[in-house]
């Protein structure tokens, strides 16, 4: 379905962005991995088959942001489809998030989305095809529930980035979607609860369960596929029932 498409996937080495490259080289896309994490990517590209490059690079960093995706498409040509999946976690309340962690957390979210798009989207206007795909981090529509305040606060920033960018690029032929997972099994959220607080999550969570990366990668999968040719400016909920709009 994807065979001759190029992607870039940045955030590769977190479990949804990872499941989200699979399932993308399952149907045939050749794809970048993007990840500040260089000894993780490393690791893990020797274990995917398909045609795949691993670009160390801070997403936050517009410079860092140009190169890599130069390399990127001196390698695997023009690039057709980007998933914004870079992440970082952050349970701070309002008291003890300082000024520098607030900007990490919106830099690492929405700023990384921006630079990305950015570059990308100029070639994809050029051959008026493309797709862009922004996963959101838990929170943007529950205040914060599964973290912090600057988690929270940079979804939405991601989520109103998703519609300025959907509405901008529609007559280029590129659509940009996101993607709003729940609670996810592997993640650091998850990862960080004890028994009590993972009863009482699961007990806000209709399907009674955590996400897996593999679901969220196949709703990342169908935004980006001939099939979702005219879905755009839209935010796929895969929260099992937690946030129903």
């Known amino acids: 379905m994807l065979k001759g498409k190029t992607v870039i996937v940045t955030g590769a080495a977190g479990n949804a962005a990872l499941a989200a490259v699979r399932a993308l080289i399952e149907d045939g896309a050749q794809v970048g991995l993007v990840d500040p994490d260089p000894l993780r990517l490393d690791s893990?590209?020797?274990?995917?088959?398909?045609?795949?490059?691993?670009?160390?690079?801070?997403?936050?960093?517009?410079?860092?942001?140009?190169?890599?995706?130069?390399?990127?498409?001196?390698?695997?040509?023009?690039?057709?489809?980007?998933?914004?999946?870079?992440?970082?976690?952050?349970?701070?309340?309002?008291?003890?998030?300082?000024?520098?962690?607030?900007r990490r957390v919106l830099a690492a979210h929405a700023d990384s989305a921006f630079h990305w798009?950015?570059?990308?989207?100029?070639?994809?206007?050029?051959?008026?095809?493309?797709r862009i795909v922004n996963v959101l981090p838990p929170g943007a529509k529950s205040g914060g529930a599964e973290m912090g305040l600057a988690y929270a606060?940079?979804?939405?920033?991601?989520?109103?980035?998703?519609?300025?960018?959907?509405?901008?690029?529609?007559?280029?032929?590129?659509?940009?979607?996101?993607?709003?997972?729940?609670?996810?099994?592997?993640?650091?959220?998850?990862?960080?609860?004890?028994?009590?607080?993972?009863?009482?999550?699961?007990?806000?969570?209709p399907l009674g369960r955590f996400?897996?990366?593999?679901?969220?990668?196949?709703?990342?999968?169908?935004l980006v596929s001939p099939h979702a040719g005219f879905i755009t400016g839209e935010i796929v909920d895969v929260n099992g029932g937690t946030v129903m709009d």
């Open 211 to 222: 996400c897996k990366p593999e679901e969220l990668a196949h709703a990342v999968r169908f």
């Open 153 to 205: 606060a940079s979804c939405g920033a991601l989520a109103s980035l998703t519609f300025s960018l959907a509405r901008e690029l529609a007559a280029h032929g590129v659509t940009v979607n996101a993607v709003a997972p729940g609670p996810m099994e592997g993640s650091s959220a998850v990862e960080a609860m004890n028994e009590a607080q993972r009863r009482q999550k699961l007990a806000q969570v």
């Open 44 to 102: 893990l590209i020797r274990f995917l088959r398909g045609t795949t490059v691993a670009v160390p690079c801070d997403s936050a960093d517009p410079g860092a942001v140009r190169q890599a995706f130069a390399q990127i498409e001196k390698v695997l040509g023009p690039v057709d489809i980007l998933v914004n999946a870079a992440d970082h976690p952050s349970a701070s309340r309002l008291e003890s998030t300082d000024a520098d962690e607030w």
């Open 117 to 130: 798009s950015r570059v990308a989207a100029p070639g994809m206007k050029k051959r008026a095809w493309g």
